[in-house]
């Protein structure tokens, strides 16, 4: 463990000790899988669940300091890329690819029921999300020229299919990226954001379809993750950043994050961006955030503007605490991360 000055605790799961001036300790640990992660869910500081390839599945209640991990019958090839947690029993997991699953577990992962499965062979699932215990959500890539959506009222027993015409038409070339499960995100109690990449770079609002200021053109490139800020007096969030960037080229820099200080409407790069491709991202509070990618890992300290890295480390997804204040972090070869950030600094 080692000790810096200015009040911020990491906690990596890899063989590596490091210090920078904003972290206060670094604590080895060993996950217990060489899954490659993208999903991951914290209900509170103590428990946290993941999900990633060979239908692995696994959930720590001791903060991340030890796991258990199951790979689930009969979808040992499946790749979950997103996972939601309600609490330590119930988690529903979503694989990409065809055929597409969806399913849901209430014994803390030792059985797992199918609530969703598509046949289509052009499913390809990118992203789960919950607004609370009840109203879900799962976006996908389009069929027929319109993105895929599902949208479960149930806590995720049961899926429905969005009415092809109802659903947002997409451009030729253009997508989402199944990197962490952050596409989509609330802007209200009821009202979510996702946004898009490839060919057009996004973001889709209130029946609107915005263009970012992102790099965009090819199929590896455009936004890969949104976060909103919604404060306890607003009715909806004005603070929204978006990540992306290049995947095929990781640490190239420019023109991967955008951020709006009006809800959407408008948007603008910050002063200094973080440093690479950055396919997940998350508000700490107010005015302060992380961004994580498979070139490093970043914080802004006034709310997207300018961006420092903190390691060279490369992870797919971060996300915090639903209760609580912890930041987690996961990516390829079951590497797991958590990241302590004093409110006071």
Not at 1 to 17: A, E, Q, T, W, Y
Not at 114 to 132: H, P, Q, S, T
Not at 245 to 268: L, P, Q, T, Y
Request: contains cysteine.
């Amino acid at each position: 463990m080692v000790s810096c000055k200015n009040g911020i605790r990491l906690l990596f799961v890899c063989p590596l000790l490091f210090c920078s001036v904003w972290a206060q300790r670094l604590v080895e640990l060993n996950s217990g899988t060489t899954a490659h992660l993208r999903g991951l869910s914290a209900v509170s500081d103590r428990v946290v669940w993941a999900s990633g390839t060979n239908g692995q599945v696994g959930i720590s209640t001791d903060g991340g300091s030890s796991w258990s991990w199951r790979q689930i019958p009969g979808f040992e090839k499946v790749d979950f890329r997103d996972i939601e947690a309600f609490d330590e029993q119930t988690a529903v997991v979503m694989g990409v690819g065809s055929p597409g699953y969806v399913l849901r577990t209430t014994d803390k992962g030792k059985n797992w029921m199918v609530v969703y499965r598509n046949e289509d062979k052009r499913i390809f699932m990118d992203a789960l999300f919950f607004w609370n215990d009840r109203a879900g959500m799962i976006l996908g890539d389009p069929i027929d020229g319109r993105f895929f959506i599902l949208r479960s009222f149930d806590g995720g027993q049961s899926w429905r299919e969005i009415p092809a015409g109802n659903r947002p038409p997409a451009q030729p070339g253009e997508a989402c990226f199944a990197a962490s499960g952050s596409n989509i995100a609330s802007v209200r109690r009821d009202e979510a954001i996702f946004v898009s990449g490839g060919t057009h770079a996004r973001v889709f609002l209130r029946d609107q379809a915005i263009r970012l200021p992102l790099v965009q053109g090819l199929e590896s490139t455009g936004a890969n993750a949104v976060a909103t800020y919604q404060s306890n007096r607003a009715r909806r969030a004005q603070q929204i950043v978006v990540v992306g960037g290049d995947f095929s080229n990781d640490k190239i820099d420019s023109a991967v994050c955008a951020v709006s200080f009006d809800g959407g409407n408008s948007w603008r790069l910050p002063n200094r961006g973080p440093h690479g491709y950055r396919s997940g991202v998350t508000w700490i509070d107010a005015k302060r955030l992380v961004a994580c990618g498979t070139s490093g890992v970043d914080v802004s300290k006034n709310a997207g503007l300018d961006w420092r890295s903190i390691g060279t480390t490369g992870y797919h997804v971060c996300g915090k605490a639903k209760k609580g204040q912890t930041i987690f972090l996961a990516g390829a070869k079951g590497r797991i991360a958590r990241l302590e950030w004093p409110a006071e600094d």
